[in-house]
């Protein structure tokens, strides 16, 4: 368990694509994933993924847009962003070290979290 640290956010033209990074200072295992908030709007699952297991699920408003991956080596959680629209402007934010439930397809007790970066799409 560590901190995380996220980078990669910015500004982009609708149908651009940005790549974010979360970076751990200590260990990331478990469920992990990413998340968004808009002003005034709830924080919303965008992707999680469970490696060992094999297991991915994205939110519906994303997918076949939006990739999650990981490199082990560098502690270094992804999210490749292509086609991006004006509503996927958000602060994502990155967590790991929690647990997959198998019910739902979810992170869930998830230990570390970041502090965000801010993804503004502009038409």
């Known amino acids: 368990q560590g901190d995380l640290v996220e980078s990669g956010g910015g500004s982009v033209q609708a149908g651009g694509s940005l790549r974010l990074s979360c970076v751990a200072s200590?260990?990331?295992?478990?469920?992990m994933g990413w998340f968004r908030q808009g002003p005034g709007k709830q924080l919303e699952e965008v992707a999680v993924a469970h490696f060992e297991l094999g297991l991915t699920t994205y939110a519906e408003s994303v997918k076949g847009r939006f990739t999650i991956s990981k490199d082990s080596a560098k502690s270094t959680l992804y999210l490749q962003m292509d086609d991006l629209k004006t509503e996927d402007t958000s602060r994502y934010t990155c967590?790991?070290?929690?647990?997959?439930?198998?019910?739902?397809?979810?992170?869930?007790?998830?230990?570390?979290w970041g502090q965000g970066t801010q993804v503004t799409v502009s038409s």
């Open positions: 200590g260990q990331m295992f478990g469920c």
């Open positions: 967590a790991a070290n929690g647990e997959w439930d198998p019910t739902d397809g979810h992170c869930v007790s998830l230990r570390s």
